[in-house]
Nanobody, 114 residues
Framework: QVQLVESGGGLVQAGGSLRLSCAASGSIRGINAMGWYRQAPGKQREFVAQ???????TYADSVKGRFTISRDNAKNTVYLQMNSLKPEDTAVYSC????????WGQGTQVTVSS
């Protein structure tokens, strides 16, 4: 079992920044990748960013150049630095860790006001 705890969400004005954190614990050996999805009200969940165990990163087109995913292996934590936030970035952001199947955190709310 893998436990994921997210933090760092909140309310920010358009153009501002937030940093989300996702701390992993439990059976974390063998995690192949960690990343973030988000879900806005009335919309389907969408992929945001991923970082693999080899530190290869992937981003959704909608966040490229604005968001940066990184990891601190010593702390078993993945970060999502979000800059130049837009109202359309408003969503619940959920962290995942993938071994043979995905594990999910509880989600953290990000609200961007115009």
């Amino acid at each position: 079992q893998v436990q994921l705890v997210e933090s760092g969400g909140g309310l920010v004005q358009a153009g501002g920044s937030l940093r989300l954190s996702c701390a992993a614990s439990g059976s974390i050996r063998g995690i192949n990748a960690m990343g973030w999805y988000r879900q806005a009200p009335g919309k389907q969940r969408e992929f945001v960013a991923q970082i693999t165990s080899a530190c290869s990163t992937t981003y959704a087109d909608s966040v490229k150049g604005r968001f940066t995913i990184s990891r601190d292996n010593a702390k078993n934590t993945v970060y999502l630095q979000m800059n130049s936030l837009k109202p359309e970035d408003t969503a619940v952001y959920s962290c995942y860790a993938f071994i043979s199947s995905p594990y999910w955190g509880q989600g953290t709310q990000v609200t961007v006001s115009s």
